[in-house]
Nanobody, 119 residues
Protein backbone atom coordinates (compact mmCIF):
# COMPACT_ATOMS: atom_id res chain seq x y z
CA UNK A 1 0.00 0.00 0.00
CA UNK A 2 1.03 3.59 -0.59
CA UNK A 3 0.80 5.99 2.28
CA UNK A 4 0.36 9.70 1.94
CA UNK A 5 2.24 11.98 4.33
CA UNK A 6 0.48 14.89 5.95
CA UNK A 7 2.22 17.88 7.50
CA UNK A 8 1.70 21.49 8.49
CA UNK A 9 -0.57 21.17 11.48
CA UNK A 10 -0.20 23.20 14.63
CA UNK A 11 -1.95 25.48 17.08
CA UNK A 12 -3.60 28.68 15.95
CA UNK A 13 -6.07 31.17 17.35
CA UNK A 14 -9.56 31.51 15.97
CA UNK A 15 -9.58 33.61 12.85
CA UNK A 16 -6.08 32.54 11.94
CA UNK A 17 -4.74 30.48 9.07
CA UNK A 18 -2.87 27.24 8.59
CA UNK A 19 -1.65 25.46 5.48
CA UNK A 20 -1.55 21.69 5.39
CA UNK A 21 0.47 19.66 2.92
CA UNK A 22 -0.04 16.14 1.64
CA UNK A 23 2.64 14.33 -0.30
CA UNK A 24 0.98 11.75 -2.51
CA UNK A 25 3.37 9.70 -4.67
CA UNK A 26 1.89 8.98 -8.09
CA UNK A 27 -0.94 11.48 -7.73
CA UNK A 28 -0.31 13.41 -10.93
CA UNK A 29 0.86 10.67 -13.28
CA UNK A 30 -1.99 8.32 -12.39
CA UNK A 31 -4.92 10.73 -12.38
CA UNK A 32 -5.75 10.24 -8.75
CA UNK A 33 -8.29 12.15 -6.74
CA UNK A 34 -7.04 13.38 -3.38
CA UNK A 35 -9.38 13.76 -0.44
CA UNK A 36 -8.79 15.58 2.82
CA UNK A 37 -10.59 14.24 5.87
CA UNK A 38 -10.63 15.26 9.50
CA UNK A 39 -11.48 13.59 12.74
CA UNK A 40 -12.25 15.50 15.90
CA UNK A 41 -11.92 13.86 19.29
CA UNK A 42 -14.80 11.52 19.93
CA UNK A 43 -16.26 11.96 16.46
CA UNK A 44 -16.22 10.04 13.23
CA UNK A 45 -13.86 10.92 10.45
CA UNK A 46 -15.48 13.30 7.97
CA UNK A 47 -14.69 14.36 4.45
CA UNK A 48 -13.48 17.94 4.02
CA UNK A 49 -12.36 18.55 0.45
CA UNK A 50 -11.25 16.88 -2.77
CA UNK A 51 -9.17 17.74 -5.80
CA UNK A 52 -8.58 15.91 -9.06
CA UNK A 53 -5.54 16.11 -11.29
CA UNK A 54 -7.72 18.14 -13.66
CA UNK A 55 -8.13 20.72 -10.92
CA UNK A 56 -11.75 20.08 -10.06
CA UNK A 57 -12.39 20.86 -6.41
CA UNK A 58 -15.12 20.10 -3.91
CA UNK A 59 -15.69 21.31 -0.36
CA UNK A 60 -17.80 20.29 2.57
CA UNK A 61 -20.35 23.00 3.32
CA UNK A 62 -18.87 24.13 6.63
CA UNK A 63 -15.49 24.95 5.07
CA UNK A 64 -16.65 26.52 1.80
CA UNK A 65 -15.24 30.00 1.41
CA UNK A 66 -12.67 29.40 4.15
CA UNK A 67 -10.58 26.46 2.90
CA UNK A 68 -8.83 26.21 -0.45
CA UNK A 69 -7.40 23.01 -1.87
CA UNK A 70 -4.65 23.18 -4.47
CA UNK A 71 -1.92 21.05 -5.99
CA UNK A 72 1.66 21.19 -7.12
CA UNK A 73 1.91 18.66 -9.92
CA UNK A 74 5.69 18.67 -10.04
CA UNK A 75 5.91 17.74 -6.37
CA UNK A 76 2.87 15.43 -6.19
CA UNK A 77 1.84 17.57 -3.25
CA UNK A 78 -1.63 18.80 -2.38
CA UNK A 79 -2.25 21.72 -0.06
CA UNK A 80 -5.18 22.68 2.10
CA UNK A 81 -5.11 26.39 2.90
CA UNK A 82 -7.33 27.00 5.89
CA UNK A 83 -8.36 30.57 6.65
CA UNK A 84 -10.77 32.08 9.16
CA UNK A 85 -10.29 29.04 11.35
CA UNK A 86 -12.84 28.23 14.02
CA UNK A 87 -12.52 26.13 17.17
CA UNK A 88 -14.76 23.53 15.53
CA UNK A 89 -12.06 23.01 12.90
CA UNK A 90 -9.90 21.44 15.60
CA UNK A 91 -9.17 17.90 14.47
CA UNK A 92 -6.63 15.48 13.13
CA UNK A 93 -6.44 15.98 9.37
CA UNK A 94 -5.73 13.15 6.95
CA UNK A 95 -5.32 12.88 3.20
CA UNK A 96 -5.92 9.87 0.99
CA UNK A 97 -5.97 9.17 -2.73
CA UNK A 98 -8.55 7.25 -4.71
CA UNK A 99 -9.00 6.32 -8.33
CA UNK A 100 -9.09 3.44 -10.75
CA UNK A 101 -5.35 3.06 -11.15
CA UNK A 102 -2.50 2.08 -8.87
CA UNK A 103 -1.36 3.67 -6.61
CA UNK A 104 -4.50 5.80 -6.36
CA UNK A 105 -6.60 2.80 -5.39
CA UNK A 106 -4.09 1.30 -3.00
CA UNK A 107 -3.54 4.03 -0.46
CA UNK A 108 -3.71 3.63 3.28
CA UNK A 109 -4.34 6.13 6.03
CA UNK A 110 -1.32 8.07 7.21
CA UNK A 111 -0.67 9.39 10.70
CA UNK A 112 -2.38 12.70 10.01
CA UNK A 113 -1.50 16.16 11.18
CA UNK A 114 -3.19 17.84 14.12
CA UNK A 115 -4.80 21.26 13.94
CA UNK A 116 -5.85 22.95 17.16
CA UNK A 117 -7.83 26.19 17.00
CA UNK A 118 -8.25 28.09 20.24
CA UNK A 119 -10.92 30.66 20.91
Amino acid sequence: QVQQVESGGGSVQAGGSQRLSCTAPGFTSNSCVLDWYRQAAGKQREWVSSISTDGLTLYEDSVKGRFTISKDKAKDTIYLQMDSLKPEDTAMYFCKTRGSRWPCNNSSWGQGTRVTVSS
